[in-house]
């Protein structure tokens, strides 16, 4: 028997969707950070959407920990344990992503602000050499996700096209 997801849990996946995507596009679009790059414009937009980033994946973690994924019958059980190992990657990336980001900005000397308001601790002292590279690790798992999120959809439109048993209708 399918169950669908609760209401949550679809808000808080496609909310984590919506902000990782606008924050891959804004990390396109923005200036190289260099030795004299300013926190500014898009740079300054990439750290306020990576508190936003950081506050809704770390919301999904502590729901999906809460509320497990309901199981389906429908699928075999290699595909339900990929399915989960995929889904934690997911989130646990996205959540390294984010403190890697921020104690790369600290590096730099630059303050982490929630949503660009209440500025946050830093996670390292400006300079140290260990948060710069954080910044090239940070980096480097960007193409890490987006090889993730692409078995992800695959996997969903898989499903939905092919297998057509109502998995992927369950986030919808």
């Not at 200036?31 to 936003?52: C, N, Q, Y």
């Not at 497990?68 to 429908?74: D, F, K, L, R």
């Not at 002292?125 to 260990?130: A, V």
Request: net charge positive; with cysteine; hydrophobic share 55%.
């Amino acid at each position: 028997m399918t169950r669908d997801y609760d209401p949550l849990t679809k808000l808080l996946h496609w909310l984590v969707f919506a902000a990782v995507a606008a924050q891959y596009a804004i990390g396109e679009f923005m200036p190289h950070i260099g030795r004299k790059s300013a926190d500014e414009g898009l740079i300054a937009w990439h750290f306020i959407m990576g508190t936003v980033v950081l506050v809704a994946v770390v919301a999904a973690l502590i729901w999906r920990v809460v509320h497990p994924v309901p199981q389906t019958s429908e699928i075999a059980l290699w595909q339900k344990r990929l399915a989960t190992l995929v889904h934690w990657l997911i989130y646990l990336l996205i959540f390294t992503m984010c403190i890697l980001g921020w104690a790369a900005t600290n590096y730099r000397g630059w303050e982490v602000k929630l949503f660009g308001i209440i500025p946050l601790p830093a996670l390292a002292p400006k300079g140290t050499p260990w948060a710069h590279t954080a910044g090239d690790i940070h980096t480097l798992l960007v193409n890490v996700l987006l090889g993730l999120v692409g078995v992800h959809v695959l996997a969903a439109l898989y499903h939905h096209f092919i297998a057509k048993d109502g998995v992927l209708r369950r986030m919808l």
